[in-house]
Nanobody, 116 residues
Framework: QVQLMESGGGLVQPGGSLRLACTASESSRSIFLVGWHRQAPGKQRELVAAITRGGSINYADSVKGRFTISRDNAKNTVYLQMNSLKTEDTAVYSC??????????WGQGTQVTVSS
């Protein structure tokens, strides 16, 4: 079973930046895909960005040009660099992974609040 731990959330002013980290308890070699999702109050959860072991990356249209997903295989960590943050980016951000054996795991989530 893979355990995922998110970190890096917090309170930031509009226009500011945050970097989220998602660290897995197992080697990145056993993980096919890692995704970052968010859920704002009263809204459905949405995929923000995802990266595969092969390096393919996808972003939601709402974050293209502002967010960057990257990975550090040596640290079993996937990062989400969030720049030019807007109030509408406020949400709980969670990461998930899909393993090579097609199992899916989720982290607990971290709160991101964008407010002046």
């Amino acid at each position: 079973q893979v355990q995922l731990m998110e970190s890096g959330g917090g309170l930031v002013q509009p226009g500011g930046s945050l970097r989220l980290a998602c660290t897995a308890s197992e080697s990145s070699r056993s993980i096919f895909l890692v995704g970052w999702h968010r859920q704002a109050p009263g809204k459905q959860r949405e995929l923000v960005a995802a990266i595969t072991r092969g390096g393919s990356i996808n972003y939601a249209d709402s974050v293209k040009g502002r967010f960057t997903i990257s990975r550090d295989n040596a640290k079993n960590t996937v990062y989400l660099q969030m720049n030019s943050l807007k109030t509408e980016d406020t949400a709980v951000y969670s990461c998930n992974c899909i393993t090579n054996s097609d199992h899916e795991y989720w982290g607990q989530g971290t709160q991101v609040t964008v407010s002046s």
